[in-house]
């Protein structure tokens, strides 16, 4: 028995490098649509988003000289690029979905309306949001607490390449602890960097749970679905 009915499950474009610098890494792509498959198979209604850092990133490119709307606009088509790898990749599991996009680019990708992505879902499609929130200076962070909220989504998981949320970064403080469970409060007041700020206050405004864990690790997908406590709960 599935622990969420529908999820919004966020994904960074990093995490598609896998072990390479740059692009796609087509075993790790692999690897994150049979995660997803497995869910799938457990019933589970699923909306997805995926960054574009893997190959642009608009902040960044903003410090290099890019004007930022161009350069959020150009992050943007990034996430498109993933999501049709991702749905490619699904299609290849044989798992039913449909990437819907911000930005009207008919054929693509279909021009997203929360009622075409329910209705989608219920007739069991998975549903990938792609070109962010469509506008500029919002992150894909941003841009999942949106689609969450507005499909109505149970949880939003965010998968990443640790296992949770901690007292400091455990990459770079070996004394750092986890936190089991946290309010959206705590997040803010201590300052911790889950998400952004604007992801996580509308993610409080609108009472969507926020589940952190490390999607690199295979299988942890199911078994937060399980009901397994790998990672982090941030709620109200």
Known sequence: MARFKRILLKLS??????????????????EYAQQIKEVYDMGVQIGIVIGGGN???GLSGATQGFDRVK???MGMLA?????????????????????????????????????????????????IFSAGTGSPYFTTDTGSSLRGVEIEADVML??????GIYTADPEKDPSATKFTDITYD??????LKVMDLSAVVMCNDNNLPIYVFNMDVYGNLKKVMAGEEIGTLVHH
């Open 79 to 127: 996430t498109v690029i993933n999501s049709l790898a991702l749905s490619s990749a699904l299609t290849a599991e044989g798992v039913p979905n449909k990437v819907l996009t911000a930005i009207r680019m008919e054929p693509i990708g279909e021009f997203y309306s929360k009622w075409k992505a329910i209705e989608a879902m219920e007739e069991g499609k998975v549903c």
């Open 186 to 191: 705590e997040v803010l007041e201590r300052g």
């Open 158 to 163: 965010k998968g990443t390449r640790v296992d």
């Open 13 to 30: 474009g990093e995490s598609l490098m896998g072990k390479k610098g740059y692009g796609i890494d087509p075993e790790h792509l692999a």
């Open 55 to 57: 190959i642009f990133r």
């Open 71 to 73: 350069g959020d606009q």
